[in-house]
């Protein structure tokens, strides 16, 4: 059956308010119409540059204007990133999501040193993602080129809401740099967070604009916020489990054939509520220990779970195969030193300038 891309928001807020066993029991029976079941695909995430980035996203401890606790770090290097992935490959992950904190790519060695680690993993037969943040035409292309799996930027959250969270960059260059990753042969990664004080009605704005893009991503992270103490939303509530539960079974059912992610948040989930949200479609963890800079379960914990629910890793490359590497001397694609105008709304945020004010009589 083809898939639906016409949703609207009244059609998924009644998705998600329906009663909660008949919402689970739908989720369930489409998930076992487009995946097994009993396969979850685990991804490592790796943060390759780590803070100071000059974004005021109100959920982010790595945002240089907040202070948090984080310790930043420059680049890594190449060989750096290769041990780590292939410390990943090792504990059960088919794929590694190198995660840099930019506001957007720009050409120079800094990205030619990425793209050596898109393909440097690539070689090790894994699915390589990065999350780099906004990306132009050319620049999706050279990673394409590398042997890149999948390119992740995140919505984050409604368009309506997105406008509390933050003031530096605009919506719409969020879904320009994914079509631009989509004149490519990498496959979009988009999700967003939940408990930053968003309404269901904005939950469901969220999955409009995911589940409306055709093709929908072939990976959606729904994540739970992780409160870090400096940022904004240092003080918001934690995610009930049944929230959680009720936005990945809706995920499920407004984009069947999606590989829904839990991410951030899942230290605060028992293992019942995580059992839940694989019932009801979930089919893709984050493993290790840290998740860029939040708390994440340990991974023999995860396989300690897997083990219990029956569920097993999924190898690489199930759903798509392996991109071909290009090397370097032989690539098609030049830099273009770009200096694309990403926008910049610039309005008043209360809660991030507050922030930002009380870490400057911090310091
Ligand atoms: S979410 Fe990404 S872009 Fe936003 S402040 Fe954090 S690192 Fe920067």
């Known amino acids: 059956m083809a898939l639906k891309h016409d949703w609207t928001k009244e059609e998924i807020l009644d998705i998600y308010n329906k009663p909660f066993m008949d919402l689970l029991y739908e989720a369930a029976s489409i998930h076992r119409e487009h995946h097994d079941p009993n396969t979850v695909q685990v991804s490592t995430l790796l943060s390759i540059k780590t803070g100071g980035c000059p974004e005021d996203c109100g959920y982010c401890p790595q945002a240089a204007r907040y202070h948090t606790d984080i310790e930043g770090n420059d680049l890594m290097s190449v060989n750096q990133v290769k041990a780590q992935a292939l410390r990943?490959?090792?504990?059960?992950?088919?794929?590694?999501?190198?995660?840099?904190?930019?506001?957007?790519?720009?050409?120079?060695?800094?990205?030619?040193n990425v793209l050596e680690m898109v393909r440097s993993i690539n070689k090790l037969d894994m699915e390589v993602c990065c999350t780099l943040g906004m990306l132009t035409e050319n620049q999706a292309a050279r990673l394409a080129e590398a042997g890149l799996y999948a390119y992740n930027h995140n919505l984050d959250t409604s368009e309506d809401y997105y406008k509390e969270v933050i003031s530096t960059r605009g919506f719409d260059d969020r879904v320009a740099t994914i079509d631009n990753v989509r004149k490519t042969n990498v496959t979009v990664c988009s999700g967003g967070i939940i408990g930053m004080g968003e309404s269901p009605a904005d939950r469901a704005g969220m999955l409009v604009a995911l589940a409306t893009l055709n093709p929908q991503p072939e990976s959606v992270p729904i994540n739970a916020l992780v409160p870090v103490e400096g940022t904004p939303m240092e003080e918001q509530e934690p995610v009930p489990i049944w929230d959680m539960i009720r936005m990945v079974a809706t995920t499920r059912i407004v984009m069947p054939e999606t590989q829904v992610r839990l991410s951030a948040g899942r230290t605060q989930m028992s293992r019942?509520?995580?059992?839940?949200?694989?019932?009801a479609g979930a089919n893709s963890i984050f493993a290790g220990d840290k998740l860029l800079t939040t708390p994440n379960p340990d991974v023999n914990e995860d396989m300690e779970m897997f083990k219990m629910l029956g569920l097993n890793p999924q190898k690489p490359f199930v759903k798509k195969s392996q991109p071909e590497s290009v090397a370097a001397e032989n690539s098609q694609f030049q830099s273009q030193n770009e200096k694309p105008k990403w926008s910049r709304p610039g309005h008043k945020i209360e809660r991030n300038l507050e922030a930002q004010q009380k870490a400057k009589t911090k310091v």
């Open 88 to 112: 990943a490959k090792a504990s059960g992950s088919s794929r590694v999501c190198m995660g840099a904190a930019w506001r957007n790519v720009k050409d120079g060695e800094e990205f030619d």
């Open 272 to 279: 019942e509520g995580q059992a839940m949200c694989f019932f």
